[in-house]
């Protein structure tokens, strides 16, 4: 479904992606690993064009372009098809949270009004928030408000929804609440590319794993060959020090 | 001192019936000069060298005179000019024959402009990056996501300043009898002169200003509430 190869990004003199490649069946959860600063963000933000990439090219359904040099056009047509969560959630700080969830459909996809309440209230029921769609943004927590955030990606029916560490800004008590609705969708079968810290979260939802590190991929394949017997060096030390271990001799 | 009571009443009336027109050179400087000042600040938060270095070398230039000044130049060189141009295109029009607030809206807008964008460009570029990503994200175009998203929440940010920027405008629109423009001090002025009762004169434009910049701000204030509600619901 969507498939993009050969991905180079550079931030003034800084190679951040040195040619990445990523293949992403429907029904995928892939899930990107790595130390900060191997370029997993930029990657993800490279798919739906928040960076643009200085080469590369994206197959993405019927749409096959090359990422340098993607028009307007071809940018908006991709954004229609994906959808993102941010890490620091982004809701659109003077709209309710009903009309956070409907503005892709209403102003993005020119989608009828009564139509796109009737989605919202539903993507909102299915992050347990019918009671809040009055509230504006700064009036719930982070958790509730990254919930929105995930409302806002599954009501516009993406291809693919595309996560930024979506718990990264959140403290313990209110991360498990967000990662129990990415398992959820994990479970109906939603598209999901999902950068995350969360080491158990990503070995129980991924179906495929994806290390990274200094802007390569190191290793991928499924998650139990990965957390479980890593080939490489780098992905060995990288889920030595992440991973909790029983060390105690008694 | 003696107070001429009556003549203080009278002038009084003048006066406010004069707040039309000061208001009238408000408003239309503010309608030409906040689209302007909108689209300098765009142009001032992209990259561009260029144009940078000239919209900055007019605010740099409007800030950096006094008001009379520019007023005194506009109105003494500008008519000539126009009247040169208007002959090079040969062209039937007296530019000597035009109603002085034309003058008064040039001067004013261009005024306001550059003090407008100012606020503009800040109130724009405190809004969150993220803002605009997550528009972007939702499907939104560009104009779309100023549009819905940015602006509505530069505006809130912006409003303080803009009710100051009108007030100082109203109070500004005070020198535009050097141009011959009938406002609130002028008809003052004018009346005051035939007997000298300037001390009256000034009181009834005194409190003219305080009355009209009063009703501004409260004005503003409600307006601040409205655009701002999302931020004061707690």
């Known amino acids: ?250 | 001192m003696d107070i001429n009571y009556q003549f203080l009443i009278k002038t009084f009336y003048l006066v406010l019936a004069a707040v039309p027109t000061t208001l009238n050179i408000t408003a239309v400087s503010l309608l030409i000069a906040m689209p302007l000042a909108f689209y300098l600040a765009v142009i001032r938060l992209r990259p561009g060298k260029y144009i940078q270095i000239i919209i900055s070398g007019y605010i740099t230039f409007v800030r950096g005179t006094p008001i009379v000044l520019q007023i005194l130049i506009i109105y003494s060189i500008l008519p000539s000019f126009l009247n040169s141009v208007a002959k090079g295109f040969a062209l039937e029009v007296n530019v000597f024959d035009w109603n002085p607030i034309i003058y008064a809206y040039i001067v004013f807008s261009l005024n306001t402009t550059a003090l407008l964008c100012e606020v503009f460009r800040s109130a724009l570029a405190s809004i969150n990056k993220g803002q605009l990503e997550a528009a972007l994200c939702a499907g939104m175009t560009t104009v779309q996501a100023y549009r819905h998203i940015i602006v509505p929440q530069a505006l809130v940010v912006a409003m303080p300043n803009i009710c100051n920027i009108t007030v100082k405008l109203i109070k500004g629109t005070s020198l535009a009898f050097l141009m011959t423009v009938k406002d609130m001090t002028a008809v003052a002025k004018i009346a005051a002169s035939y007997g000298y009762n300037y001390i009256e004169a000034y009181m009834d434009v005194f409190a003219g200003y305080v009355i009209v910049c009063s009703v501004v701000q409260v004005a503003f204030a409600f307006a601040e509430r409205h655009v701002g509600k999302f931020r004061f619901i707690k």
């Open chain 1, 1 to 250: 479904m969507l498939k993009i190869t050969n991905v180079h990004k550079k931030y003034n003199d800084n190679e951040v992606l040195k040619g990445v490649d990523i293949n992403v069946a429907k029904g995928d959860v892939v899930v990107i690993l790595g130390p900060s600063g191997s370029g997993k963000t930029t990657l993800l933000r490279c798919i739906n064009f928040l960076d643009h990439a200085d080469q590369g090219e994206m197959e993405f359904d019927e749409y096959h372009l090359q990422m340098h040099s993607a028009t307007a056009d071809e940018v908006r047509k991709i954004r229609q098809k994906t959808a993102f969560v941010f890490q620091n959630y982004n809701l659109f700080q003077n709209k309710t949270v009903l009309e956070n969830v409907t503005a892709g459909l209403i102003i993005g996809r020119n989608i009828e009004k009564n139509e796109a309440v009737d989605l919202a209230l539903k993507a909102l029921a299915k992050v347990g928030l019918s009671d809040r769609v009055n509230f504006y943004p700064s009036q719930l927590s982070g958790g509730q408000q990254q919930r929105v955030g995930i409302a806002r990606a599954i009501a516009v029916q993406p291809d693919v929804i595309l996560f930024d560490e979506p718990t990264s800004a959140l403290d313990p008590e209110l991360i498990s609440e967000v990662l129990g609705i990415i398992k959820q969708l994990a479970e109906e079968g939603t598209t999901m590319i999902i950068v995350t810290h969360e080491m158990k979260f990503a070995a129980d939802v991924a179906t495929h794993v994806i290390f990274m590190a200094d802007g390569n991929i190191v290793e991928e394949g499924r998650p139990k060959d990965i957390f479980q017997s890593p080939k490489e060096e780098r992905t060995r030390n990288f889920l030595r020090r992440v991973l909790p271990q029983v060390e105690y001799n008694i």
